[in-house]
C-alpha cells in the first residue's frame, strides 16, 4: 500500500495541526456570537401601515391582521420587544434624514420630499406661501445651500470600526448632491440608493425601470444590472445583495451595520407572483392582492436574513431592529375606501392623525429583550440615532450644531422604563402641502404629551385636541371641554418650535408667517 507520508513521524504532527486548527474553527465561531461590539440590522419598510401585519400592535386582533401573512414578523417579536406606540414623520425623506442625524423636522427643516436639486415638492395652496425648506436634504459638508449639515449615523459608526452597509431606498438628498449617494454620508457600501424615493418598477424584467409607464428616468433603481431581464422581484433581489454585503464582513470578523431600506411597499405596485394569487384567492381585489403580496414577500426577506445571521453563527450578537419610515398609503392609490386602510387609526401617509405616524416596531436583542415582550412607551423615529450609537458603544456623541433631539431606548429594550418617559412630548412640523386632501392632512404642527395630542393647522382649520387612550381612532375633538390642556399643549409646541427656529408658512394676503396660536376658549 502507497503512503504519501512514508516518514511515520509525521503522523502526530499532523494530529495535533488538525486538532488546532479545529479549535480555531470553533473559537472564532464562538467569538462571533460573544464580540463586544455587536452587529446592528435595521430593517425599515418604505409606507408600510400599523396594521399591514398579521402581528397586532393594538388591544385586539383586526381584520386587517388577519387580511396579511407575516410569519417572520411574528418571529422577530417572539424573539424580543415589540413597541405599540413607536412614530416616525408622516412623509419619507423628513422621517429618513431624523433617523441619520437624530433631530427632529423641524429643526433640520428638510421637512417634505426630496428628488431634484433646488426643487420644491409642496404642492400649491389656495392661502399659503411654503418656505425655503432643506429641500436638497442631508449634506455633511457646511455651506451647501438648501441642504442640512450634520453628521450621519453611518459616519459616526464608520469611526467605531463598522463596516456600514446601505441597501434599497436613500432618499436622503436631492440629485446632484452628496446625500443623493449614500456613501457621501458615511456609508461604505451603497446597493441599489439613491435620490428617488420610489421604484420605477419592482419587476427585473422591466429593469427596476420606469420606462414601463413612461415615467422619468429619475425613478430607475441603479445598481441591479445583474438582475435586469430577469423574472425577480426588487425585494428578494436586494435581499440576496444584503446577504453578500453581510458576509463579506462576517468574513473579516468586523462588525456591521446594515441598514436594509426596502423599496416595498410604496408605489407603483406590481405582481409578485409568489404571493400574489393566494390573495386574490382570498377574495382581494387587484390593487388590494398586489399591496399584500408586496407586504408578504417584505417579510420573506426578514425571513432571509434572520435565516442567514442564524446560519452563519452570528445572531446572538446582532440587534435587528425593525420599522416603517411613515403611516400606510391611505389617501391615493389603494383599492377601497380611501383612509380606511389603516383602522382603528384614522387616515394614513400625509396626515398628522396616527394613521399617517404611528408605525409597526420591533426590536429584538439577544440576551437583553425579553422574548414575547411589548410596550407602550412611545419613541419617535429620531431616537433610533442615539439608541443605534448607544448600542455599539459610542459615548457622548456630538452633533454639528450642538444639539440631539433623539432620546436613546435602550433602557426601555432592557425592560426599565422610567415613569418620566411616558409623560416626555413628542412633535411633529409639516409646514408643506403633501397635496391629497383627507382627515389631518395638511400643514400643521402636532405635539403629544402622556394620552394628550394636539395638532395645530396653518391653513385656518380648527386646532384638534385628543385623548389618545379614550380614542385611538381620534374622531372627537376635546378642545372645547379641556381648553386648559389645549392651551398647554400649544404652548409647549410653540416653544419647542421657537427653540428649533422652525420654519411656518406665509400668509398669502399678508406674506406673515402664521405661527401657532393659542385655542380660544
Not at 448600542?391 to 426599565?416: C, H, M, Y
Not at 375633538?477 to 409647549?492: F, G, H, V
Request: aromatic fraction near 10%.
Amino acid at each position: 500500500m502507497k503512503t504519501h507520508f512514508r516518514d511515520h513521524r509525521w503522523i502526530p504532527i499532523l494530529i495535533l495541526l488538525w486538532f488546532f486548527c479545529s479549535r480555531v474553527s470553533t473559537a472564532a465561531a464562538q467569538d462571533r456570537d460573544t464580540q463586544v461590539a455587536p452587529n446592528i440590522v435595521l430593517f425599515l419598510v418604505d409606507d408600510m401601515g400599523w396594521q399591514d401585519t398579521s402581528v397586532n400592535f393594538g388591544t385586539e386582533v383586526t381584520p386587517l391582521n388577519r387580511r396579511y401573512r407575516t410569519p417572520n414578523m411574528e418571529r422577530l417579536a417572539a424573539s424580543g420587544l415589540k413597541f405599540t406606540q413607536a412614530y416616525a414623520c408622516s412623509v419619507c425623506s423628513p422621517t429618513r434624514v431624523s433617523l441619520m442625524t437624530g433631530l427632529n423636522a423641524a429643526r433640520h427643516r428638510v421637512t417634505n420630499w426630496t428628488l431634484k436639486k433646488n426643487a420644491t415638492n409642496d404642492r400649491p395652496h389656495p392661502t399659503l406661501k411654503f418656505p425655503k425648506w432643506n429641500m436638497n436634504g442631508l449634506c455633511p459638508n457646511p455651506g451647501v445651500e438648501g441642504t442640512v449639515h450634520a453628521k450621519a449615523l453611518p459616519a459616526f459608526l464608520k469611526e467605531a470600526g463598522y463596516h456600514t452597509i446601505h441597501v434599497g431606498k436613500a432618499h436622503f438628498g436631492a440629485t446632484g448632491t452628496a446625500g443623493a449617494d449614500p456613501r457621501g454620508i458615511g456609508f461604505d457600501v451603497n446597493i441599489g440608493g439613491h435620490a428617488a424615493g420610489g421604484p420605477g418598477s419592482y419587476l427585473g424584467k422591466q429593469n427596476f425601470s420606469a420606462a414601463w409607464r413612461n415615467g422619468d428616468r429619475i425613478w430607475d433603481v441603479p445598481g441591479l444590472e445583474k438582475y435586469q431581464g430577469q423574472d425577480i422581484f426588487l425585494t428578494e433581489a436586494l435581499t440576496i445583495e444584503s446577504i453578500a454585503a453581510m458576509d463579506q464582513a462576517i468574513d473579516r470578523a468586523k462588525p456591521f451595520f446594515l441598514y436594509l431600506s426596502h423599496y416595498a411597499v410604496h408605489v407603483p405596485f406590481a405582481v409578485d407572483h409568489r404571493f400574489y394569487q393566494s390573495y386574490r384567492g382570498q377574495g382581494l381585489e387587484h390593487i388590494e392582492a398586489m399591496y399584500a403580496a408586496i407586504v408578504e414577500g417584505m417579510d420573506k426577506s426578514l425571513g432571509d436574513i434572520l435565516d442567514h445571521l442564524e446560519s452563519r453563527g452570528i445572531s446572538k450578537n446582532t440587534i435587528v431592529l425593525f420599522m416603517s419610515d411613515n403611516g400606510g398609503l391611505s389617501a391615493s392609490g389603494r383599492g377601497g375606501n380611501k383612509h380606511t386602510h389603516n383602522k382603528p387609526l384614522s387616515s394614513g401617509k400625509g396626515s398628522a392623525h396616527e394613521g399617517g405616524i404611528r408605525v409597526p416596531m420591533i426590536a429584538s436583542w439577544p440576551g437583553i429583550t425579553a422574548p414575547g415582550s411589548q410596550t407602550d412607551h412611545p419613541v419617535i423615529i429620531e431616537d433610533f440615532f442615539s439608541t443605534i450609537l448607544e448600542i455599539a458603544g459610542i459615548k457622548n456623541p456630538e452633533q454639528i450644531g450642538g444639539v440631539i433631539d433623539g432620546i436613546s431606548f435602550t433602557n426601555t429594550l432592557r425592560g426599565n422604563i422610567e415613569s418620566t418617559q411616558s409623560e416626555r412630548p413628542l412633535h411633529w412640523h409639516f409646514p408643506n402641502h403633501w397635496g391629497p386632501k383627507g382627515p389631518g392632512i395638511g400643514p400643521s404642527s402636532a405635539i403629544r404629551r402622556g394620552d394628550w395630542k394636539l395638532i395645530h393647522y396653518y391653513d385656518g382649520r380648527s386646532t384638534e385636541l385628543f385623548n389618545l387612550a379614550l380614542d385611538i381612532g381620534e374622531s372627537k375633538n376635546r378642545t372645547r371641554q379641556n381648553p386648559k390642556i389645549a392651551k398647554s399643549l400649544a404652548a409647549e409646541l410653540r416653544k419647542f418650535l421657537t427653540d428649533c427656529e422652525a420654519q411656518y408658512p406665509l400668509k398669502k394676503s399678508t406674506g406673515k408667517a402664521t405661527t401657532i396660536q393659542l385655542p380660544r376658549n
